[in-house]
């Protein structure tokens, strides 16, 4: 989603890092997108790295659903930007 987002704004990125920094630069600090949702960006592209790169990482139905209810929020935002253009 966050691909979509900058790829739309002619903003290339080649990493996951480079789409968090990107998404930063020109979302966060620009004011087009509120801190609380960086926030939670960073806390998923954390779990997500962790769980697809830490050697002991489990993450449990636990973990992940808390987070669901906000991360669907952020995807509305991120979609209403998108259609926006």
């Given at each position: 989603m966050?691909?979509a987002?900058?790829?739309?704004e002619?903003?290339l ?21 509120e801190?609380?949702w960086?926030?939670?960006y ?5 779990a997500r ?6 050697a002991?990482?489990?993450?449990t139905?636990e973990?992940?659903?808390?987070l669901y209810?906000?991360?669907e ?5 991120i ?7």
């Amino acid at each position: 989603m966050i691909s979509a987002l900058l790829t739309g704004e002619d903003i290339l990125i080649k990493s996951h890092a480079g789409a968090k920094a990107m998404f930063e630069l020109h979302f966060v600090k620009t004011g087009r997108v509120e801190i609380k949702w960086s926030k939670l960006y960073s806390r998923l592209s954390s779990a997500r790295h962790d769980s697809d790169y830490g050697a002991f990482t489990t993450l449990t139905e636990e973990d992940i659903l808390p987070l669901y209810p906000e991360t669907e929020m952020f995807i509305s935002v991120i979609k209403t930007i998108i259609n926006a253009r």
